[in-house]
């Protein structure tokens, strides 16, 4: 069918719509748990993340707030920055589109970016990894996952919840294109297999 809404659009509606079918107030760390460990690793004491696509607060927002880090937290969604702001109340939460963002230079040790970049039309996804390059301070971390191969589409009745979800990524040599000229180091790569296909996590850094 074609797409009739523009797709931020989608995206907003359909986060709206599955926020409690993708992820239960009381989820575990499950796949995330070893991604937050190594964050964890490398992160100083009392870090400055910014976590954007945030959901619901859950697990990133909660773990980091837990171990003693200042979590700014960013999503398109309504419903999930109300359930973050209730869920994980020691950290901020703002109902914005990333791509819009405007943030002081070197103001965080660590941006994570876990689904997000891939629910963003494809010009601005090289956009915003740039802006986040700047936005690290030197030596911070970039945590991504983002598509493995190149699609770009949308999925009718989403987990259920009667909302259509819309998606665009290019594919994993184009992300790491896309995140060296940014001007950040990759350092760490991984295939995040689901289902069929799969998902690629970056570790990247400032110099």
Not at 65 to 81: F, I, K, M, P, R
Not at 169 to 186: C, F, M, S
């Amino acid at each position: 069918m074609p797409v009739t809404e523009a797709p931020k659009d989608l995206v907003r509606r359909g986060y709206d719509a599955v926020s409690y079918a993708y992820r239960a107030d009381d989820a575990g760390d499950g796949t995330y748990a070893p991604w937050i460990a190594a964050l964890l690793d490398r992160l100083p004491g009392r870090a400055d993340v910014l976590d954007l696509g945030c959901g619901c607060g859950v697990p990133v927002a909660r773990s980091l707030s837990a171990a003693g880090h200042a979590v700014t937290g960013v999503d398109l969604s309504e419903v999930q920055v109300r359930r973050a702001r209730g869920l994980v109340p020691q950290a901020t939460f703002h109902r914005a589109d990333a791509a819009g963002l405007d943030l002081p230079d070197a103001s965080f040790d660590a941006v994570v970016c876990l689904y997000m970049l891939i629910h963003l039309p494809l010009d601005e996804q090289p956009a915003l990894l740039s802006r986040i390059a700047g936005w690290l301070r030197p030596g911070g971390t970039l945590l991504a996952v983002a598509g493995h191969g190149a699609w770009t589409g949308t999925e009718e009745n989403w987990l259920g919840a009667g909302a259509t979800m819309w998606w665009s990524h290019p594919g994993a040599d184009t992300y790491r294109e896309w995140i060296t000229a940014a001007g950040l180091t990759v350092d760490g790569e991984a295939f995040v297999p689901e289902g069929a296909g799969g998902h690629v996590l970056f570790w990247a850094r400032r110099p």
